[in-house]
């Protein structure tokens, strides 16, 4: 009889667990990432990413394709050692690093009124007033809005004069961050720096403490404040300074 009671209690321990495993939520999975295409803007506005088609399915049987590509073009990642010389090129930064907790930076309302708009220290504060500290090691998404402007290059990188104009961070707000000890800083604009940056000061603030950056991502305007996961998948280039990558995120 003793051997019988445990024998169902195992069975109805294994089903529970089972049923637990069953039950378990899926994250949906959010892709924040435009595809790479040939039109896709470029920061001079000149091609700089090609593929060419070397087999084709239909005709030859096999698909295959080359590409040639600036580092920095479409979804891509800035690596540190894009603006500092002891900083990880892309293959160092390590994998843990590139699948981070995030947090989301909304600042669309502000960016829709000004294109040069910078991400404030008040921006952070009010985040954190709401949500807490941002978290040691989190990757943060910047969501302006300007990528709704993507499929016409002209209006995205929005150059008159020789100046660009779109939104980034401001120098302080990326001091706050790299205080906060972030892994990444993600923005779906062309750069972190705003549009008039000659210096790249956010990059020179950020990149010597080995935080790297994601721009041109889309998407990130639809995400929560936080409370959600980002994995960021570079190609994984020796020496890379950056390169086109998938960046999506695990919402619960
Ligand atoms: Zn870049």
Request: aromatic share 6%.
């Amino acid at each position: 009889m003793r051997r019988l009671v445990l024998a169902l209690a195992t069975i109805v321990l294994v089903l529970s667990a089972m049923a637990g495993t069953s039950a378990q939520k899926q994250p949906r999975v959010v892709d924040l990432g435009h595809p790479l295409t040939e039109d896709s803007p470029s920061w001079t506005g000149e091609k700089v990413y090609v593929r060419t088609g070397t087999g084709d399915a239909a005709r030859d049987g096999i698909a295959m394709g080359k590409i040639a590509t600036d580092e920095h073009f479409g979804t891509h990642l800035d690596a540190p050692a894009h603006f500092s010389a002891t900083g990880w090129t892309t293959e160092k930064i390590p994998v843990e690093r590139l699948l981070r907790p995030a947090v989301c930076l909304n600042v669309a309302a502000q960016a829709e009124h000004d294109e040069n708009y910078r991400v404030t220290v008040q921006d952070v504060q009010t985040w954190e007033r709401e949500h807490g500290t941002i978290p040691r090691d989190s990757l943060v998404l910047v969501a302006t809005g300007w990528d709704a402007r993507w499929a016409q290059p002209r209006r995205y990188m929005n150059e008159r004069n020789g100046v660009k104009h779109f939104p980034g961070l401001s120098v302080a707000a990326a001091k706050l961050l790299v205080e906060r000890g972030v892994a990444g800083i993600a923005i779906d604009s062309p750069s972190v720096d705003y549009g008039p940056s000659e210096k790249y000061e956010v990059h020179r603030t950020t990149m010597p403490r080995n935080i790297y950056h994601v721009e041109n991502a889309t998407g990130l305007t639809k995400l929560p404040p936080g409370g959600f996961t980002v994995i960021v998948a570079p190609i994984n280039i020796a020496g890379g300074s950056g390169g086109p990558t998938r960046i999506f995120a695990l919402l619960n």
